[in-house]
C-alpha cells in the first residue's frame, strides 16, 4: 500500500469526523437562530396617527401630556406646536413635566430638559425625539408612528398654524 | 476502600449520599488550608446559596405565571395568601442578593491571596466567567415579578446596550425580543432564568471545584513548589467535612434570618407610562447608573466597564518576576499600599462626585466639544493620569513589587467603585439629585 508521508487513512477519516462535527454544528446555530429571530408584522403598529384635539384648546405657553401615547403636546407662546415623546434619549425613562421649573427633570439618570425637549443638563447626549405634527382644519393630529432623532432643538421643527 | 493509605479498621463504610460528598473530595488535605483565614468558607458559601436559589425557585416555579397579564398577580398572591410564600419569595431574593456578594467576596479573597496565579489562571476565568452568571441570573430574575422596580430597572438595564457602537440597536432588540420591554422581554428572560444561566451555572461551578482539586487544592501560604513542598496532610472526613458542614449551616441561617426578617420587595404593577422617581438599578448595577449620571453612555456602559474586565481577566498573565505566596496582601508593604489605595478612593471618589455636583464637570465647562469628548474622553484621560501619577507615586515612595502595585490599582478601581455604588444607593433623591440617607440636601 502506498501511502503519502504524514496521511493515513485514520488520519483523513478523523479530519471527516471533524468536518462533519462542524457542519453539524453550523445546522444547529441555523435552525436555532431561525427559531429564535424575532418575526416580522406582529409588532410595528403600536403607534398610531392621535388626534389631539382642536388647536384652540391648547392655550399658549402650555404642556399637554398624553401618557397612553408617550409624548407631550407643547404649544409655545407664539402659538406654534411640538409632540415631543416622553421617552428620555438617554436611557428609555418616562421624563415627568415639572410645571413649577417648566423643565421634564429624567428621575433615572438626572437629565433635565427644557421646553423645546433640548438637554439643559447632562448627562443626556441629545434632546428629545419629536413626533410629526400636522394641522388640518383647526384638528392637531400627532404620528406616533414615526419617531424623529434630532441632536438639537431648532426653530424650524415647529408646527405653525 | 481504597488501599493507598494505611488501613483504619475502625472505619465503617460510608453510604449513598456520605459516600457521594467523600467522592467528591480527595481523601487528604493539607492541613494548614483549613484555617478560616484562608478561605473563610467563601467558595463553599456560595455553592450552598446556589443550591437554595435552586430549591426555592423550584418551590416558586410552582406559583409563578410568565405572562404579563398574570405574573404580577402570581406574585401578589405569592405574598399575600400562599402559606409561607412571602418567606420562600424572600429566602430566594437574599439568597440570590448574598450570592452576589459572596462570590464577590471569594473574588476578593483569591486576588489577596495570589491564588488567581497559574497554576489556577484558568479557573480564575472560570471564576469571572462564574461571577458574569451570577449577576445575569439576578437580572433576569428582577423582571419577572413585572412590578415597576422589574419594568423600569430592565429597560434601563436593556436600554444600555444601544450605545455599544453599530450593533447597538440590533442588540437592544435582541435582548428584549423586540424594540420595548414586552411579553416577549418576559419569556426571554423567564427561560434564561429558569433554565438556560441554572444549568450553565451548575455545569461550570462543577468545573470550577474539580479544577481547584486538579491544582492540589486552596492556596496554601507555604511553598506549593520545591523541596520545601511537603505539607502536613489531614483527613476530609472529618477535619473538612465538619468545617464545610458548619460554614453551610451558618450561610443557610444567615439566609432564613434575612428572609423572616426582611420581605424582598414588590412595587405596584408595571406601567410603561410611568417611571417611579427616583429610577434606580438593582443594587450590584447602581454603580454603573451612578457613572452614567457622571459621565457619556458608552463609556459608562461600554469603555469603563471593558477596561474593568479586561483588568481582571488580564491580572494572571501579567508578568510577575517575585515566586507566588500565598499571604494576604503578600507582604507588610502590600498591606500598606493597600491600606493607601483604600484611602486615596476614598477621598478622591467622593471629592470628585461633590465637585460635579457644582457643576465642575467637563461637560459642563467645555460643551462645545460635544458629548463623547467632554463627558467621554476627558474626564477618562483625568482619571487615568490621576491614578497613574498615585500609583507611580506609591511604587516609588514603598518600592513596591509588579504584584503590589497591580493590587494597589485593583484596589483604588473597586473602592471607588464601591463608593459610586453607595452613593447611587443612599445618597441619590428624587430625579437622582445628591441628598442625605434620610433628610433633604
Known sequence: MTSEPGVSRRGVLGRLWKILGIVAAAEAVAVI????????????????????????????????????????????????????????????????????????????????????????????????????????????????????????????????? | MPSDSQPQPSARKPGGFANLLLHLHPKMVPEETLALERTFGLGGAALILFLVLIASGALLLFAYEPSTERAYGAVRALEDEVPFGSFVRAIHHWAGNLFLVVAALHLLRVLYTGAFLPPRRF??????????????????????????????????????????????????????????????????????????????????????????????????????????????????????????????????????????????????????????????????????????????????????????????????????????????????????????????????????ILLAERGLRPDRLFPKLGPSVSAGVIPLAIWVILVGALLVALVRMLSLSRFEAVQALFTFILVAFLVLTIVGVAFRGPSMRLVFPGGAA
Open chain 1, 33 to 161: 437562530g431561525a427559531f429564535l429571530w424575532p418575526r416580522k408584522g406582529k409588532e410595528g403598529a403600536r403607534g398610531s396617527l392621535v388626534v389631539a384635539g382642536p388647536v384652540a384648546e391648547f392655550t399658549p405657553a402650555s404642556v399637554t401630556p398624553f401618557p397612553a401615547h408617550r409624548f407631550y403636546l407643547v404649544r409655545f407662546t407664539d402659538g406654534g406646536f411640538l409632540a415631543l415623546s416622553s421617552t428620555c434619549s438617554h436611557l428609555e425613562c418616562s421624563v415627568p413635566w415639572n410645571e413649577k421649573d417648566r423643565t421634564f427633570p429624567c428621575p433615572c439618570h438626572g437629565s433635565v430638559f427644557d421646553m423645546t425637549g433640548d438637554v439643559k443638563s447632562p448627562p443626556a447626549p441629545r434632546a428629545l425625539d419629536l413626533f410629526p405634527v400636522t394641522i388640518e382644519g383647526g384638528i392637531v393630529r400627532i404620528d406616533t408612528n414615526r419617531k424623529i432623532r434630532r441632536a438639537h432643538f431648532e426653530p424650524s421643527q415647529v408646527v405653525n398654524l
Open chain 2, 123 to 352: 479557573n480564575w476565568l472560570l471564576g469571572l466567567g462564574l461571577l458574569a452568571l451570577a449577576a445575569l441570573g439576578n437580572f433576569t430574575g428582577y423582571l419577572l415579578p413585572w412590578d415597576q422596580l422589574a419594568y423600569w430597572a430592565v429597560t434601563i438595564g436593556t436600554g444600555m446596550l444601544k450605545y455599544v457602537p453599530l450593533a447597538g440597536e440590533a442588540l437592544v432588540r435582541m435582548a428584549r425580543g423586540g424594540s420595548d420591554v414586552s411579553p416577549k422581554t418576559l419569556s426571554l428572560f423567564f427561560v434564561f432564568h429558569i433554565a438556560i444561566i441554572p444549568i450553565l451555572l451548575f455545569g461550570l461551578v462543577s468545573f470550577h471545584f474539580w479544577l481547584v482539586r486538579k491544582a492540589g487544592g486552596v492556596m496554601r501560604k507555604s511553598p506549593e513548589e520545591g523541596p520545601a513542598a511537603r505539607p502536613r496532610l489531614v483527613p476530609v472526613s472529618p477535619d473538612l467535612i465538619v468545617r464545610e458542614g458548619a460554614a453551610a449551616l451558618v450561610t443557610i441561617a444567615a439566609v432564613f434570618l434575612s428572609a423572616a426578617i426582611f420581605r424582598a420587595p414588590l412595587e405596584a404593577s408595571a406601567n410603561p407610562g410611568l417611571s417611579p422617581n427616583p429610577a434606580k438599578a438593582p443594587w450590584y448595577f447602581m454603580g454603573v447608573q451612578e457613572l452614567l449620571v457622571q459621565i457619556h453612555p458608552t463609556f459608562a456602559v461600554l469603555v469603563v466597564p471593558l477596561l474593568g474586565v479586561a483588568f481582571l481577566a488580564g491580572l494572571p498573565f501579567l508578568r510577575y518576576p517575585e515566586p507566588p505566596d500565598g499571604s494576604w496582601f503578600r507582604s507588610t508593604r502590600g498591606r500598606k499600599s493597600t491600606a493607601l489605595s483604600v484611602v486615596a478612593a476614598l477621598l478622591l471618589t467622593p471629592t470628585a
